[in-house]
């Protein structure tokens, strides 16, 4: 019973609030692409009551759902710097496109991370050697859409040349905010749903349940 209930009350906190998860981002068509070394990001601030990520993702330059080279990303917490246990991903192989994408990025499952209120970066490195060059929309003005979904705020990109995954602290090229309506390349990227809270109602039937379960282990120990 204990377990149950247990389940029941992480089940109820963590629920998606969306039938559907959302991408990042759409990538609407392919874009000028070039190698780089370093990690390539896209800063973020989630509001509400938190996001679930359930799938991370890459940009796949040739639309064929290949990462023939290896790339990795994961998002970082910015106000530690460090990335977000269960969000680093290494893509090397063949994947299923992004939901909502025009087959320009490609996503692997998670186990679902929760994402406080606060502010985060989605980082990609691995865009080198010839294989999955790095989206660059600078030249062709053709950036894919930002989707927030009324969750995110999209709130700058960053860059740096180190040639290992690290956070945006170690930034070396910082951009403003993207517009409204597109960003400035295609590297790293996430699906996520809303998170849900219980009604306070519900929560106190739980602290209930969870008080009863102690008092009845008590009562154990005591005979």
Known sequence: MKLKLGA?????????????????????SGAAAFNFGGNVGLDFTVGGQGILIT???????????VIAGTINVAIFDTSTDLAVAGTQVTFHTGYTQCAGDAGFDVCQAIN????????????AI???????PLGDFQSTGLGPALNGAGLLTF??????????????????????APSPQNMNWDA?????????????????????????LAAGKRLRKGR
């Not at 029941?8 to 609407?28: C, I, K, M, R, W």
């Not at 799938?55 to 759902?65: E, H, P, T």
């Not at 709130?155 to 403003?176: E, F, K, Q």
Request: some cysteine; proline content about 7%; hydrophobic content about 45%.
């Open 188 to 212: 790293g990227t996430f699906e996520f749903t809303a998170a849900a809270v219980p009604e306070p109602g519900t929560i106190a039937l739980m602290g209930l349940g969870l008080a009863a």
């Open 155 to 176: 709130t700058g990109a960053s860059y740096d040349y180190n040639p290992t995954l690290d956070g945006p602290l170690t930034c070396v090229g910082c951009a403003a």
């Open 112 to 123: 679902q991370v929760y994402l406080a209120p606060g502010n985060y970066e989605v980082v």
């Open 8 to 28: 029941t009350f992480a089940g109820l906190v963590f629920a998606a609030a969306l039938a559907q998860a959302s991408p990042a981002y759409n990538d609407p």
């Open 126 to 132: 691995g865009f080198t050697n010839g294989h999955d």
């Open 55 to 65: 799938q991370m993702g890459v940009y796949n330059a040739l639309g064929d759902s």
